[in-house]
C-alpha cells in the first residue's frame, strides 16, 4: 500500500538563463601577389594543297570580256579545264556521300554533351526584378509575358492566380472567383533598352478593362500587344497610340468564347490549355488540354461542322490529326522545336518533362522535375537545351540527349517558393529569359556560357539522331 511521506526539498539551480562567456578574435590575411607574363610567336608558317590528278595543272584561267582582260603571263599558266572536269566528276559521289556522312554523324556527340553538363550556378545571372508596387499590395500574379518583336520591350499582364497547388485541387492556375470584380488587372511595359530604366515603375501602365489572364505582342509589329480574359474576351492594344491605346474588343459578341482564355494564340471547344505551332508549317500545331491529351492538329482540319447556337456563318472543324500518349492530368506548357519539325516539348500535371516525336505516340524522353510544370520552352539557339518554370518556383535547365535525366542546371526562380507560371525566352540571341508567377515580380535572367553558346552542326546531328529514334 502506499502511504504519505515527507522529505528534504531539493532546489536545481537553472544555468541556461545566464549569459555565455565569449572572446573575440582577429586575423588578416596578407595581399595576394600577382604577377603578369605574356609570350609571343618567334615565327610562323603557311602551307596550301591542290587535290587533283596528275594531269592537273596549278594556274589561273584567262578571263575575257568588253572591259577585263587578264593576261596569262601576269596570273600565271592557264588551267586545264578537261583535266578539272574530269576530277570533279570522279570526286562528286564520294564526296556527297562523306558529306551526307557528316551530318548525322555523332563523333562530337560527347563533347556536345559535357560542355551542357559542366554548367554552373555563374552561367544564368539575375539582371533585373521587375516590380508594379500596386499590383503586389493587391496579391496580383503574372498571369501572361510576352517580348517585342524587337526584343527590347517585356509585357506583363497582372491578374489573380490561385496559388493552390496539391494534388487534390484544380491543378490549372485557376481564378479566385469571389475576387474578380472587385480587383482590376493591369498591362504593364519596361523597355530594358532605355537609358536608366526603373525596375519598381513600368514605362506604361494601363488598367485592364477585363480579368486578363495571358497576353501576346504581335511578331512583327512592336507596338501592338494582345491579350485573352477570364470572361473570354481578348483585347488589343496599340502602344504607340495617342490617347486611348484599347483598338479592339470582343465582348458582346454571341459566339465568342465564354470561358476563361489560357492562351492567345488559339482556343478550341475541347479546353485547350497549351498550344505551340510548327515552324516550319505555320498550319499545324500541337495542342494540350485540361484532360492531359496530347494532339498534333491542323488549321485546315476536316469537314466543316454546324455547331448549334451559332450563326450559319461560323463553321466549325475537328482540328485534330493525331492523339499521343496524354499526361494524367491538365496540360499547361507545349512548345514545337525550333530545329526540327517532328520534336516537341510538352508538360503539365504530371512533374516530368516530355520530349515527343511527333510520328510516334509515345514520348522519346521523360525529363523529372522537382514538381508540376506551368511554364516550358527550347532554347532559340541550343536544339537540345530546354528549361521548365515549376509550381515550386523552380527554374530548371535540361539537355534532352544527356545519358542523364537530372537537370544540368537547378536555380531558385522564386526565393518564397511560390508558383512560376511564365517563362519565355528573349527573340533572338536567346541571351535573356524571363519569369513570372504567383509572386507578382518580373525576373530578367542573363544568360552566360553554355547556355547562350550556339549549338551548331553537332547538336543538330544529335537531334536528327533523337528524332529517328522507335519506341
Wanted: aromatic fraction near 6%.
Amino acid at each position: 500500500m502506499f502511504s504519505d511521506s515527507s522529505s528534504t526539498q531539493i532546489d536545481v539551480t537553472s544555468y541556461w538563463h545566464e549569459a555565455k562567456p565569449s572572446r573575440e578574435v582577429g586575423t588578416q590575411a596578407g595581399p595576394t601577389g600577382a604577377q603578369h607574363v605574356a609570350a609571343q610567336t618567334a615565327s610562323n608558317a603557311e602551307a596550301a594543297s591542290q587535290a587533283g590528278g596528275p594531269e592537273c595543272e596549278l594556274g589561273c584561267v584567262r578571263v575575257e570580256g568588253d572591259d577585263l582582260d587578264v593576261s596569262s603571263e601576269l596570273l600565271g599558266a592557264e588551267v586545264d579545264e578537261p583535266g578539272l572536269l574530269g576530277f570533279l566528276r570522279r570526286v562528286e559521289v564520294p564526296m556527297c556521300r562523306e558529306l551526307q556522312k557528316a551530318a548525322s554523324s555523332r563523333a562530337f556527340a560527347r563533347i556536345m554533351d559535357s560542355k551542357l553538363s559542366s554548367m554552373k550556378q555563374g552561367d544564368l545571372q539575375l539582371l533585373h526584378t521587375l516590380r508594379f508596387r500596386m499590383a503586389e499590395q493587391q496579391g496580383l500574379a503574372i498571369t501572361g509575358l510576352g517580348w517585342s518583336a524587337s526584343g527590347s520591350v517585356i509585357a506583363v499582364a497582372f491578374g489573380q492566380y490561385s496559388r493552390e497547388t496539391t494534388q487534390t485541387r484544380s491543378l490549372i492556375p485557376s481564378v479566385d472567383n469571389s475576387g474578380w470584380e472587385a480587383k482590376p488587372s493591369f498591362l504593364c511595359t519596361w523597355n530594358l533598352h532605355r537609358p536608366r530604366m526603373d525596375p519598381d515603375s513600368p514605362d506604361l501602365t494601363l488598367e485592364a478593362p477585363g480579368s486578363l489572364t495571358c497576353l501576346a505582342c504581335h511578331p512583327e509589329k512592336s507596338a501592338i500587344i494582345a491579350a485573352g480574359a477570364y470572361n473570354g474576351d481578348v483585347f488589343v492594344w496599340e502602344t504607340n497610340r495617342d490617347g486611348d491605346m484599347l483598338a479592339g474588343q470582343s465582348c458582346g459578341q454571341s459566339y465568342g468564347h465564354e470561358e476563361p482564355i489560357h492562351q492567345i494564340r488559339g482556343d478550341l471547344p475541347v479546353g485547350i490549355t497549351a498550344l505551340s505551332f510548327f515552324a516550319e508549317d505555320p498550319t499545324m500545331f500541337v495542342a494540350g488540354t485540361e484532360g492531359g491529351h496530347v494532339l498534333k492538329c491542323s488549321l485546315k482540319g476536316g469537314p466543316p461542322v454546324l455547331a448549334p447556337g451559332l450563326p450559319s456563318s461560323v463553321l466549325l472543324r475537328g482540328p485534330a490529326l493525331l492523339a499521343y500518349d496524354p499526361l494524367c492530368g491538365p496540360v499547361y506548357a507545349a512548345h514545337c522545336s525550333p530545329f526540327h519539325r517532328n520534336i516537341a516539348l510538352c508538360a503539365g500535371a504530371d512533374p516530368d518533362l516530355r520530349v515527343y516525336s511527333l510520328l510516334q505516340p509515345r514520348p522519346l524522353r521523360r525529363l523529372p522535375c522537382p514538381s508540376y510544370v506551368f511554364s516550358a520552352a527550347w532554347s532559340p539557339v541550343r536544339p537540345l537545351l530546354c528549361a521548365a518554370a515549376t509550381a515550386q518556383g523552380d527554374l530548371v535547365f535540361f539537355n534532352i540527349v544527356s545519358q542523364s535525366t537530372m537537370p544540368v542546371l537547378h536555380v531558385r526562380g522564386c526565393t518564397e517558393g511560390l508558383a512560376l507560371y511564365q517563362l519565355l525566352w528573349s527573340p533572338g540571341d536567346g541571351r535573356l529569359l524571363v519569369t513570372g508567377g504567383a509572386a507578382g515580380r518580373v525576373s530578367v535572367w542573363n544568360l552566360l556560357g553554355s547556355l547562350a553558346e550556339s549549338g551548331g552542326r553537332a547538336a543538330m546531328a544529335e537531334l536528327d539522331h533523337l528524332a529517328a529514334e522507335s519506341n
